[in-house]
């Protein structure tokens, strides 16, 4: 099986503008999940989605959002983007297999906030 | 509210050595947790995950402990080598969260394996 890919691998934008990431699940996962990685806060939940609701949210600004696409793949969208914004954003699928959820993530995609 | 620490922050170690990484959560209400590899810039690779239910999980040659009562993992890795050099990190599936994908990841921990 095909892992799980997002576009673009790396963005560069000036503070106030908006930009849209995307993710492409492993094929048959239905939960994609958002996180956000800098060095001083790590890795941190953005949101999840699930059959195209919104079912867990992290502690973020409305500025960050997200939906899903009936075939699973996942945007996420910032905007009005913020210096502090620059960070590598993961994207991670997982199925409920034996009980519980084991995430797999994708490469990331780095953005960079000028 | 979940919290997930990883000690040490860096270890180095000689390759040949065999060594533990160790995670602990103040919540022991988790339904599972999972090690990760994070080689730099790069994603994150699933190395074990470990449910609720289980004490231990082994892949070639890495061992992972759960043992919640006291709220603890430990990642054993035996006989490191140079390629074993990543950020190790620790992540728990909160059981307020326990029908979705969220996880809690600690800070992680960098390991250098000398040759």
């Known amino acids: 099986k095909a892992g799980v890919t997002q576009t673009p691998r790396y963005l560069i934008k000036t503070r106030g503008q908006q930009v849209t990431l995307s993710c492409s699940p492993i094929?048959?996962?239905?939960?994609v999940s958002w996180y956000q990685q800098t060095p001083g806060q790590g890795l941190q939940f953005l949101f999840e989605?699930?059959?195209?609701?919104?079912?867990n949210k992290g502690n973020f600004p409305g500025r960050f959002s997200g939906r899903q696409f009936s075939n699973s793949r996942s945007e996420m969208n910032v905007s009005t983007l913020e210096l502090g914004d620059s960070a590598l954003y993961l994207c991670?699928?997982?199925?409920?297999?034996?009980?519980?959820?084991?995430?797999?993530f994708g490469p990331g995609t780095r953005l960079t906030v000028t | 509210k979940q919290e997930v620490t990883q000690i040490p922050a860096a270890l180095s170690v000689p390759e040949g050595e065999n060594l533990v990484l160790n995670c602990s959560f103040t919540?022991?209400?988790?339904?599972?947790l999972q090690w990760f590899r994070q080689d730099p810039g790069k994603g994150l690779t699933s190395l074990l995950l470990?449910?609720?239910?289980?004490r231990e999980q082994t892949s070639g040659r890495l061992n992972a402990s759960l043992d919640k009562s006291s709220g603890r993992s430990t990642l054993y890795i035996a006989a490191s080598q140079p390629g074993d050099s990543a950020t190790y990190l620790c992540?728990?599936?909160?059981?307020?969260?326990?029908?979705?994908?969220?996880?809690?990841f600690g800070q992680g921990t960098t390991l250098q394996v000398k040759p």
């Open positions: 991670a699928s997982s199925s409920r297999t034996g009980g519980t959820y084991e995430q797999y």
């Open positions: 094929s048959g996962h239905r939960s």
């Open positions: 989605y699930f059959s195209e609701t919104q079912r």
């Open positions: 919540d022991s209400a988790i339904y599972n």
């Open positions: 470990i449910q609720s239910s289980q």
């Open positions: 992540a728990v599936g909160d059981h307020g969260s326990s029908n979705t994908g969220k996880l809690i």
